[in-house]
C-alpha cells in the first residue's frame, strides 16, 4: 500500500495537526519562535517533514513569515485593516 502513495504525499499532515500548529504559533507569547522550539511546545509530537509541510502551507497561506530568526504569526483578519489595505491608504 505504501508505493501507491506519492513521495511528495507521504508527509500530509491532518486537519488536526495543521490547526494544532496554527493555534501554538497564534498565541504564543514572544514575537518569533524557531522550530526546535516549537516541536517542544505542541501538544504531542509531529513529523519534521509534516511540520516543514504545515509551516509551508502557513506561509503560502499569509499566516505565518518565515525568517532567518524564525517563525512569527502575521495573519490580523480584522476589518479596518483589511480596508486600509485595500485602499492603500498611508499611515
Same mark, same amino acid.
Given at each position: @500500500?505504501? $508505493?501507491?502513495?506519492?513521495k &511528495?504525499?507521504?508527509?500530509?499532515?491532518?486537519?488536526?495537526?495543521?490547526? @494544532?500548529?496554527?493555534?501554538?504559533?497564534?498565541? @504564543?507569547?514572544?514575537?518569533?519562535?524557531?522550530?526546535? $522550539?516549537?516541536?517542544?511546545r505542541?501538544?504531542?509530537?509531529?513529523?519534521?517533514?509534516?511540520?516543514?509541510?504545515?509551516?509551508?502551507?502557513?506561509?503560502?497561506?499569509?499566516?505565518?513569515?518565515?525568517?532567518?530568526?524564525?517563525?512569527?504569526?502575521?495573519?490580523?483578519? &480584522?476589518?479596518?485593516?483589511?480596508?486600509?489595505?485595500?485602499?492603500?491608504? $498611508?499611515?
Amino acid at each position: @500500500m505504501q $508505493e501507491l502513495i506519492p513521495k &511528495h504525499l507521504e508527509h500530509s499532515p491532518t486537519l488536526n495537526t495543521v490547526l @494544532m500548529v496554527e493555534e501554538i504559533l497564534k498565541t @504564543m507569547d514572544e514575537s518569533v519562535i524557531t522550530i526546535p $522550539e516549537l516541536k517542544q511546545r505542541l501538544p504531542r509530537q509531529v513529523n519534521h517533514n509534516t511540520l516543514i509541510v504545515i509551516l509551508g502551507y502557513l506561509e503560502e497561506s499569509g499566516k505565518i513569515a518565515v525568517t532567518l530568526k524564525g517563525i512569527t504569526w502575521i495573519h490580523n483578519p &480584522h476589518p479596518n485593516l483589511r480596508k486600509a489595505i485595500a485602499k492603500g491608504l $498611508e499611515l
